[in-house]
């Protein structure tokens, strides 16, 4: 089992910045991929970035030259660097991790922008 606990949420303003922490905890023998997800009231659960263990990143096209997630396998922390940020960017924050089969998710980091 793998434990997942997000921090770093909270308000910002448009064209503001705030960086998302995501600590794993419990058997964390090699995680492969971690990422953040995000959902926003009202819609569906959206991939924003995810990072191999590697390092290889993808990110979905709205965050793309905005957010930067980075990942410090020593100490099973992943993070997404939101700069930049819009009202539509407005949503909770999933951590998410993958090892082997199993799909771990943290309880969210709710992300407010708004003036």
């Known amino acids: 089992q793998v434990q997942l606990v997000e921090s770093g949420g909270g308000l910002v303003h448009p064209g503001g910045s705030l960086r998302l922490s995501c600590a794993a905890s419990?058997?964390?023998?090699?995680?492969?991929?971690m990422g953040w997800y995000r959902q926003a009231p009202g819609k569906q659960r959206e991939l924003v970035a995810s990072i191999t263990r590697v390092g290889s990143t993808n990110y979905a096209d709205s965050v793309k030259g905005r957010f930067t997630i980075s990942r410090d396998n020593a100490k099973n922390t992943v993070f997404l660097q939101m700069s930049s940020q819009k009202p539509e960017d407005t949503a909770v924050y999933f951590c998410?991790?993958?090892?082997?089969?199993?799909?771990?998710w943290g309880k969210g980091t709710l992300v407010t922008v708004s003036s």
């Open positions: 419990g058997s964390t023998f090699v995680i492969n991929t």
């Open positions: 998410n991790a993958v090892q082997g089969l199993m799909n771990y």
